[in-house]
């Protein structure tokens, strides 16, 4: 079945460093949605992307999109303290009512 | 921004009981579907519901799981005879669309169960 890896597992940083997490498919996607989940809660929305080579920003966000179609990035230029979180890419299962999650990168910034 | 409520927070349950959680999606979504996470790891489908019915179901989901919209407001989630390995964090979620056709999940702050 369809695989979704992120890499790095767990990143520690500190504040106003640059953070990058990497998600890459199996196959390709028709779209991709990254979500955000602070330490105790659950999963929140944040952005999806659909085209081919797709950049988004929210503030000190940058998410991508392959050329591919097969792998994004999520992006934090200088990181805060409420930046801290696992983020977890998500893209559409071989069915169409589910989405497979990445394993998800913690990120923990330090003050 | 309306929320999509799970009852209850914590659930602690013997091995071979019964539980059920509970769910109050957002009014005006109609597809509805059930997800875990145990500790640490990465969130899992489990179901998906539209029109009073299953529409897809992972392997996670068997017989011993069942989901039900009893009243046109609530969305349960019944797991029979519980296992050790059930124990996680549930979570409810809702859309407006199949999430698979590009629509965003609106996820409840979970249940988590605890089987001893």
């Known amino acids: 079945g369809q695989q979704v890896m992120q890499i790095p597992q767990y990143q520690h940083v500190q504040e106003g460093e640059d953070f990058t997490t990497y998600c890459n498919s199996s196959?390709?996607?028709?779209?991709i949605q990254w979500y955000k989940q602070r330490p105790g809660g659950h999963p929140v929305f944040l952005i999806q992307?659909?085209?081919?080579?797709e950049v988004k920003k929210q503030k000190r966000l940058t998410f991508q999109f392959g050329e591919a179609k097969k792998n994004s990035s999520l992006h934090i230029t200088a990181t805060q303290t409420t930046d801290v979180g696992t983020y977890f890419c998500?893209?559409?299962?071989?069915?169409?009512?589910?989405?497979?999650f990445g394993k998800g990168t913690m990120l923990l910034v330090s003050p | 921004e309306p929320e999509v409520t799970q009852t209850p927070s914590h659930q602690v349950t013997q091995m071979g009981q019964e539980v059920i959680l509970r769910c109050v999606p957002i009014?005006?979504?109609?597809?509805f579907y059930w997800y875990r996470q145990i500790l640490g790891q990465k969130v899992e489908f489990l179901v998906s519901?539209?029109?009073?019915?299953?529409?897809?179901k992972s392997e996670i989901f068997d017989d011993q799981f069942s989901v039900e919209r009893p009243d046109g407001s609530n969305f349960t989630l019944k797991i029979r005879s519980t296992k050790l390995e059930d124990s996680a964090m549930y979570f409810c979620?809702?859309?407006?669309?199949?999430?698979?056709?590009?629509?965003?999940?609106?996820f409840g702050s979970g249940t988590q169960l605890s089987v001893l």
């Open positions: 979620a809702g859309s407006n669309s199949w999430t698979g056709l590009g629509e965003k999940l609106f």
């Open positions: 519901f539209y029109n009073n019915e299953i529409s897809e």
């Open positions: 992307l659909v085209k081919s080579g």
């Open positions: 998500a893209g559409p299962s071989s069915g169409y009512s589910t989405l497979t």
């Open positions: 009014s005006n979504h109609l597809y």
């Open positions: 196959t390709t996607l028709s779209n």
